[in-house]
Structures are given as structure tokens and as C-alpha cells.
């Protein structure tokens, strides 16, 4: 592993794969000690061409969303605001899943009655 120094930027692109196909590139260079006048930043950019069916500002199939950041304390607030949408769509898809098969049994006990 290299060694880490305040000049490091961090950097990861993948590729999902599922019924539809994105792809993400993510990049950043740590804690630059303040707003955006310290050179901090954070961007994504996600994509697609692979059929996946987005719209994003209105714009269908747009191909491609970037997302700029500078500065510290947006990096962070961003990065709460990702995990709390991520645990709010996981836990109402449990549980929507959840009522579902709940429903889907009920009918099968009573089909059988």
C-alpha cells in the first residue's frame, strides 16, 4: 500500500450488475482541514447506457449524474445523508417484502380451506 500524504487521492470505479447495469466512479482526498477554500472535495459520478430506466432533474436517460462536494463538513454531511437514505429504503423494503409474503401466505392457507 502506498503511503498516505495530504497530496493522496483516493479513487474507486465499479461496475453493478443486476437487471439493469450502472457503474460508479467515486473519488476524494480526505480531511483538507475545512471549507472548500482548503481544496477538500468529494466527487461521484454515476452512469449507465445498459437500458437502466433513470430520470434525473426530469431528464430521461440522462447517461450520467455527477456530484461535485468541496469541503469538509459537506463531505460528511453527504455521507450521513447516503447512509440514512440507505437505511430508510432497506428497512421499508423488509418490510414491504415482509407484508408480502405475510399476504401471500394468507391466501394460500385460506385456498386451502
Not at 456530484?67 to 447512509?83: H, Y
Request: proline letters at 1%; a negative charge.
Amino acid at each position: 500500500m502506498e503511503k498516505i500524504t495530504k497530496d493522496t487521492i483516493f479513487r474507486k470505479s465499479e461496475q453493478i450488475v443486476d437487471y439493469c447495469i450502472m457503474d460508479y466512479t467515486v473519488e476524494h482526498n480526505g480531511y483538507m482541514g475545512g471549507d472548500a477554500g482548503h481544496g477538500g472535495y468529494l466527487n461521484i459520478v454515476f452512469e449507465t447506457d445498459y437500458g437502466t430506466y433513470w430520470e434525473v432533474n426530469g431528464k430521461v436517460q440522462p447517461g450520467k449524474l455527477s456530484i461535485r462536494l468541496e469541503g469538509d463538513s459537506e463531505k460528511e454531511v453527504f455521507i450521513t445523508m447516503l447512509k440514512n437514505i440507505v437505511t430508510f429504503v432497506e428497512a421499508n423494503l423488509e418490510a414491504h417484502d415482509k407484508a408480502l409474503r405475510e399476504e401471500y401466505e394468507a391466501k394460500q392457507l385460506a385456498a386451502k380451506k
